[in-house]
């Protein structure tokens, strides 16, 4: 086995296992061409004549995570993804809520026999589409306000267990959140082309183990990701493991991606920006327990829209979290240290059992080999794999655009202590 020259030219293991993760654990391209597909389907079906919405659907698009490139495979027990969608609707600003929710039902839902009818279930702000393949569309409906910024205008929450005196209109803007979101997460270059192909080969393996098929292709861009929004993804999938199994709410996820965006672009690694994205939460909810408040987080681009409205319910609901946080950063510190079989029990732990075992199998594929070839070493004293930069991951000392990029650092062989 080489010696290492030069340790600063060698990168580490959390990050190559965080990436593999990540990867798995993301809304595939495949998938994402699926769900474009239909959410335009949707909207010309709810447009079509005779709907209760014919003619008063100018536009139907993206909302949310599927708006910014976070969406994930919700969580360990039914591992489906969430597609969000905004359909704005040419009525009157004055329309009721619940009469804007129920048209918009009966509109998705159709006659008896029609292709959503059994399909279709009106929640408190949305109608959600369930399809039998693992992934739901979920339609707010949304009415623009004249004389406000692009986008913005009302959405609606009622409630059909409550009494119509608890209906409100929202004034919201995602769209501009979105916007907003990534421009305050620039993707780095050299990172977001390595993670958009191991994206793809990920795809591949999944449609032909899915369908024997090739995948579906989707614009390069949609997996071009800044670390940023890879950590949000890892961190919406440890969030969605942790209350798996409990009863009430969860922090929102545009919650998260507006304090992810507060404090993204300082970090060279994934695995540095994942912990320091976790501290810096945890830093935010602790100085809000302390002052007995919850905390309050609201579109930077509609101060009216409020990302916290509807949870932290009670400051017990935030101590939990906190606990979790707390739980995570001491995980994420020993992840950087620990050993192989470690880290894979860590992992499981904060991400589930089949990305995370994926992950490390693919890990020993990718550069087993190459620790002999002198492209990546294993450090036996600390348990962990050394790999050299690329795009993946890199140091605190080398910016990540001058990382050189090491030949066959994607071939196999095997790493020990797995």
């Known amino acids: 086995m080489s010696s290492v020259q030069n340790p600063a030219q060698y990168f580490d293991f959390p990050s190559l296992l965080l990436v593999e993760i990540a990867v798995r654990v993301q809304l595939p391209p495949g998938r994402h061409a699926v769900a474009e597909e239909r959410y335009h389907v949707l909207s010309d079906w709810i447009d079509r004549h005779g709907s209760p919405l014919e003619g008063l659907v100018p536009?139907?698009?993206?909302?949310?995570?599927?708006?910014?490139?976070?969406?994930?495979?919700?969580?360990?027990?039914?591992?489906?993804?969430?597609?969000?969608?905004?359909?704005?609707?040419?009525?009157?600003?004055?329309?009721?809520?619940?009469?804007?929710?129920d048209m918009l039902y009966e509109a998705v839902r159709g006659e008896p026999g029609s292709?959503?009818?059994?399909?279709?279930?009106?929640?408190?702000?949305?109608?959600?589409?369930?399809?039998?393949?693992d992934m739901h569309v979920d339609i707010t409906p949304t009415i623009l306000l004249p004389f406000?910024?692009?986008?913005?205008?009302?959405?609606?929450?009622?409630?059909?267990?409550?009494?119509?005196?608890?209906?409100?209109?929202?004034?919201?803007?995602?769209?501009?959140?979105?916007?907003?979101?990534?421009?305050?997460?620039?993707?780095?270059?050299?990172?977001?082309?390595?993670?958009?192909?191991?994206?793809r080969e990920q795809d591949f393996i999944v449609a032909r183990e899915a369908l024997d098929a090739e995948p579906v292709p989707v614009p390069t861009e949609a997996y071009k990701k800044s670390r940023a929004l890879i950590a949000l993804q890892l961190l919406k999938r440890w969030r969605n493991i942790r209350y798996d199994s409990r009863a009430g709410r969860m922090p929102p996820s545009v919650l998260l991606a507006k304090l992810v965006a507060d404090n993204a672009n300082r970090t060279s690694s994934l695995y540095q920006e994942l912990l320091h994205q976790a501290k810096q939460i945890m830093v935010f909810f602790e100085a809000a327990q302390l002052s007995g408040r919850h905390v309050y987080v609201e579109n930077p681009v509609c101060q009216s829209?409020?990302?916290?409205?509807?949870?932290?319910?009670?400051?017990?609901?935030?101590?939990?979290?906190?606990?979790?946080l707390r739980d995570l950063v001491a995980k994420l510190e020993k992840l950087s240290t620990c050993s192989a079989s470690q880290a894979k029990g860590i992992c499981v732990d904060l991400f589930g059992e089949i990305p995370t075992l994926d992950a490390l199998n693919k890990v020993n594929d990718r550069y087993g080999r190459t620790i002999s070839g002198g492209n990546a070493y294993h450090d036996h004293k600390r348990g962990s794999v050394q790999a050299r930069a690329s795009g993946i991951i890199a140091t605190t000392s080398a910016a990540l655009s001058a990382a050189p990029t090491p030949a066959h650092r994607f071939y196999g062989g095997d790493i020990k202590d797995m």
């Open 59 to 101: 536009r139907m698009y993206a909302q949310g995570s599927m708006a910014i490139g976070a969406t994930i495979a919700s969580c360990r027990q039914n591992d489906e993804f969430d597609i969000d969608a905004l359909a704005e609707l040419a009525l009157s600003p004055d329309t009721p809520p619940r009469a804007v929710l």
């Open 115 to 133: 292709r959503y009818y059994g399909m279709t279930e009106r929640c408190s702000r949305c109608v959600q589409v369930q399809y039998r393949d």
């Open 148 to 199: 406000r910024p692009e986008r913005e205008g009302f959405i609606f929450h009622a409630n059909t267990d409550k009494p119509v005196t608890e209906d409100r209109r929202i004034i919201a803007n995602p769209h501009g959140f979105a916007e907003w979101f990534k421009a305050a997460t620039p993707a780095d270059a050299t990172f977001a082309i390595e993670f958009e192909q191991l994206s």
């Open 305 to 324: 829209d409020a990302f916290s409205d509807r949870w932290p319910e009670n400051l017990q609901a935030q101590r939990v979290f906190i606990d979790d």
